[in-house]
């Protein structure tokens, strides 16, 4: 029988597939993309999301997948920013002040499969903190529309 992680692994992995499969105007701008109600509260508010962005941040620099990719990045700079960008994307009072995600990417050489490793630490970031299955997937229909943005070889 399958593990039901797995089952969602796969089912994450067969959706993020499907949006970056649906033509760009298509695509939900996360600027201008309206959080879903209670969102931030869900995630903790400012104190949850700072965790969250910890415990992502730790593990992400770790990964043997992509881990190389942060290797010139400040990681309590990165957390400070992922925290301002995930506060505001939720409803939070946050103001991101950061690069947009095109420039912010720009020469990573980034493919799918970097997006979607990112998405799974993530994931194990939100499991870890206790994040409910149907916040998680709320909070990844506002970040997934970025993947335009973040993957640079096509």
Not at 32 to 56: N, S, V
Request: aromatic share 4%.
């Amino acid at each position: 029988m399958t593990h039901p992680k797995t089952l969602i692994a796969i089912a994450l992995s067969l959706a993020l597939s499907n949006l970056l499969a649906q033509p760009a105007f298509a695509q939900t701008s996360p600027v201008t993309a309206t959080a879903p109600a209670g969102l931030y509260q869900a995630l903790g508010e400012k104190p949850g999301i700072t965790r969250l962005m910890d415990d992502f941040v730790n593990r992400v620099v770790k990964d043997p997948r992509i881990g190389g990719h942060f290797k010139d990045v400040k990681p309590a700079a990165l957390k400070e920013s992922l925290t301002d960008q995930i506060c505001q994307l939720s409803g939070g009072p946050c103001k991101y002040e950061g690069a947009d995600m095109k420039s912010a990417h720009a020469d990573m050489d980034i493919n799918k499969g970097h997006f979607n490793a990112l998405v799974e630490v993530l994931q194990s970031a939100m499991d870890a903190q206790g994040i409910p299955f149907a916040q998680q997937n709320r909070l990844l229909a506002l970040l997934a529309p970025m993947h335009r943005d973040v993957i640079t070889i096509r």
